[in-house]
């Protein structure tokens, strides 16, 4: 599989690489307006990858049918951040809904490098792709809506608990909004972008 992205580039130098993933059915292009709202001096250099279609012909991160590891089906993705200009601990990792669940993973899997930091937006751990919670985490943003009916912000909740028990800086904001980002989080989460990286 080759990673297809769309570049949003920084204002001047780069402080680092802002990379987020679309969710399930989703598009890269659709959020270059969200990273100008978390970012809007653009200190990032900005990626935004595309994730393949899945059989069903909607755009998955990950196969839901067929024997494959899910580490295996990260390879790709994995070394498409690899190859990018800049180190993982310059890189800012994050998603939307199931995107989210890819940013846990390649952030926080066993035997990953951390990042700069982490914004995690609508979703939580991947059950068969736990977190590595030994080593020291990166600060990370979650935000969830109380009336997601999509993910249940039980699971924001739970993930929030897991990550603050393992010694992780964690901003929490939950709000009354459904499966959507709500933009009153936007200052919140923009104030814990600049503080990176």
């Not at 943003?141 to 924001?156: F, K, N, S, T, W």
């Amino acid at each position: 599989m080759t990673v297809r992205h769309v570049e949003r580039p920084a204002a001047g130098d780069p402080v680092g690489a802002l990379v987020f993933f679309h969710g399930f059915g989703g598009g890269a292009e659709e959020w270059l307006g969200f990273l100008d709202k978390l970012d809007p001096e653009r200190r990032f250099h900005g990626y935004l990858p595309q994730a393949p279609l899945d059989p069903d012909g909607q755009t998955s991160w990950f196969r839901r049918t067929g024997t494959e590891r899910p580490e295996t089906q990260l390879a790709a993705v994995v070394a498409w951040l690899d190859g990018l200009p800049y180190r993982r601990e310059q890189i800012v990792l994050g998603g939307w809904s199931q995107g989210t669940n890819l940013a846990y993973a390649l952030a926080l899997g066993p035997g990953q490098a951390r990042p700069a930091g982490l914004i995690a937006l609508g979703g939580g751990f991947r059950r068969e792709l736990p977190p590595d919670l030994e080593r020291p985490l990166p600060p990370i943003a979650i935000a969830h809506g109380r009336a997601d009916e999509a993910v249940p912000v039980g699971v924001a909740r739970e993930t929030r608990d897991v990550l603050e028990r393992a010694g992780a800086p964690v901003l929490y904001c939950e709000t009354d909004i459904g499966h959507a980002i709500d933009q009153a989080v936007i200052p919140e989460l923009r104030a814990f972008l600049a503080s990176l990286p």
